[in-house]
């Protein structure tokens, strides 16, 4: 018998069976990762225990109501000042002896905050706001504290905290037992505490 | 000579297709690369605010959602036109978000429960009422870590419309 070839496979259905696939993964895909606000939430409170004592000067008040309308330490306010008199706020540093602030660069006004570690924003909440407003209010809050973050960060180490934090969240997870891996998360701290983020929610009020 | 006459002859050569099955192929393994699945069906409006304090979030398999909102056109007979609270696939009561949230907890692997965030897609439009009530729940189930999630972009667009 003569040597025949193996007959070809037909592979013309090939490109069909590659589209009907590849349909099907256009279809599925969501190629935009998710994002959002880190927040965290305190343990719930027994009954007995006594909120802790705040000083009203150490407190920042924002207030939402139902219309929208922002209320800041008894004062109507626009959205876009919000960042602005949080950081006036957190900056203060007007305490004296130990409850002061040597690196705060704000006026030292007596009757605002005697340092960040004790300033405290409060957020209250109508329930009748939009999510629309409150996000846009707690991201402001939060940029505050960014804010302040990176002037510290960037006198310190020559480096804005975003950068650092981005540096930190991408390092290679084959390189974390490095002395540098452990300096940065030192120094992450460390700006951290000279800014805890100190952000409280009312409890819901009955009504 | 014969050589070159014989491509005078005949019709429009076929245009070669064989490689066609190897572009597509291409395509298809960057589809499968950069998809996602969909997590679950949302029976409810969800349009997120922007915000630019925002972190991207991690491994998919630490996270637990909540949404908020309106319910869409097609379930509004159902459900009405407030803002309600979706758990997976279905609409659900703020009571029974602990039993969720408790659930999906004790389905994952027991060396990253303590890691468990949840992420709440709120639609930018709902009151906050109802989060408000979910936030508690969360207090109360232990689910601390939360994340509010949301578009990267100028958080001022989302109170000048």
Redesign the interface.
């Known amino acids: 018998m003569a040597k025949r070839s193996a007959p070809e496979v037909n592979?013309g259905s090939?490109?069909d069976i590659?589209?009907l696939?590849?349909i099907f993964?256009?279809v599925?895909?969501?190629?935009e990762?998710?994002?959002?606000?880190?927040?965290?939430?305190?343990?719930?409170v027994p009954d007995d225990v006594q909120p802790p004592k705040i000083k009203q000067k150490n407190i920042f008040q924002v207030l939402v109501n139902q219309n929208?309308q922002l209320l800041v330490e008894d004062e109507l306010m626009e959205?876009?000042d919000l960042t602005d008199a949080a950081v006036a706020f957190l900056d203060n540093g007007g305490g004296e002896g130990p409850a002061g602030c040597n690196y705060c660069q704000g006026a030292k006004d007596p009757e605002s905050s005697d340092n960040p570690d004790k300033a405290v924003i409060s957020l209250v909440?109508?329930?009748?706001?939009?999510?629309?407003?409150?996000?846009?209010v707690?991201?402001?809050l939060?940029?505050a504290y960014?804010i302040l973050r990176n002037r510290e960060s960037n006198r310190r180490y020559n480096e804005s905290f975003e950068d650092m934090y981005t540096r930190y969240?991408e390092w290679p997870e084959t390189e974390k037992e490095t002395p540098e891996y452990d300096k940065l998360s030192e120094q992450i701290d460390e700006i951290r505490d000279l800014f805890p983020l100190k952000l409280s929610e009312a409890e819901?009020q009955e009504s | 000579m014969s050589k070159f006459k014989k491509q005078k002859s005949g019709d429009l050569p076929a245009v070669n297709?064989?490689s066609?099955?190897d572009i597509?192929?291409m395509?298809?393994f960057f589809?499968?690369v950069?998809?996602?699945?969909?997590e679950d069906e949302l029976k409810i409006d969800n349009k997120l605010?922007?915000?630019?304090?925002?972190?991207?979030?991690e491994s998919k398999n630490k996270l637990v959602y909540i949404y908020?909102g309106k319910p869409s056109a097609q379930y509004q007979k159902t459900y009405g036109v407030t803002d309600v609270i979706q758990l997976g696939d279905k609409i659900s009561t703020v009571e029974e978000v602990q039993t969720y949230v408790n659930t999906k907890r004790n389905d994952m692997p027991e060396d990253i429960q303590d890691e468990m965030m949840v992420?709440?897609k709120?639609?930018?439009?709902?009151?906050?009422?109802v989060?408000?009530?979910v936030?508690?729940e969360?207090?109360?189930a232990?689910?601390?870590?939360?994340?509010?999630?949301?578009?990267?972009g100028d958080?001022?667009r989302?109170?000048k419309q």
Do not use: C, H, W
Request: hydrophobic content about 40%; aromatic content about 8%; proline content about 7%.
């Open positions: 592979a090939m490109a590659a589209f696939l590849l993964f256009l599925t895909t969501t190629i990762v998710d994002s959002g606000i880190q927040s965290k939430l305190p343990p719930p929208n959205i876009g909440n109508d329930r009748q706001a939009t999510y629309n407003m409150y996000a846009t707690y991201n402001e939060v940029r960014t969240k819901p | 297709t064989a066609l099955p597509v192929f395509l298809l589809f499968m950069a998809t996602v699945m969909r605010p922007n915000a630019n304090q925002v972190e991207k979030l908020i992420s709440l709120v639609d930018s439009s709902s009151k906050i009422g989060l408000t009530d936030k508690q969360l207090r109360e232990m689910a601390l870590k939360i994340n509010y999630t949301a578009k990267k958080p001022m989302n109170v």
